[in-house]
């Protein structure tokens, strides 16, 4: 079945299957435990410079989900590789929401990226 979420803002309204989702992450994580590359897309044509890139909404919400479960799961490589790929599509729809992210994992590199971002884009985060 089809759930839709909306993760923290109008921008990021989901369509999941559960069952796969969570295989999803899994063949994420241990794709970078065997290859130290963090690849969101089954494209054999990628490469290296697009692996970081996030092409879809979807894409965006598996992202916080897999930095959320290398956290947990203290992978700092694979936490690094994924606050890198955030830090590339902070805008001003999602910084706020990317900080409160940044806040509730205790990641200060993003942390501290989305505040300078909030700061010097005041007049236009909403």
């Not at 054999?44 to 410079?49: A, K």
């Amino acid at each position: 079945f089809c759930c839709v979420f909306v993760l923290h803002g109008p921008c990021y309204a989901v369509c999941r299957h559960y069952p796969l989702r969570r295989q999803r992450q899994m063949c994420i994580r241990d794709r970078y435990l065997y290859t130290d590359c963090l690849l969101l897309q089954d494209d054999p044509e990628l490469v290296e410079s697009d692996l970081l890139v996030v092409r879809s909404d979807c894409e965006m919400a598996q992202l916080i989900e897999v930095l959320e479960a290398a956290s947990m799961l203290c992978l700092d490589g694979m936490v690094g590789m994924c606050i890198t790929a955030l830090i590339r599509h902070v805008d001003a729809g999602n910084a706020v929401q990317f900080l409160g992210l940044g806040c509730s994992l205790c990641h200060e590199r993003l942390l501290n990226y989305c505040v300078e971002f909030v700061v010097s884009h005041f007049w236009d985060v909403g």
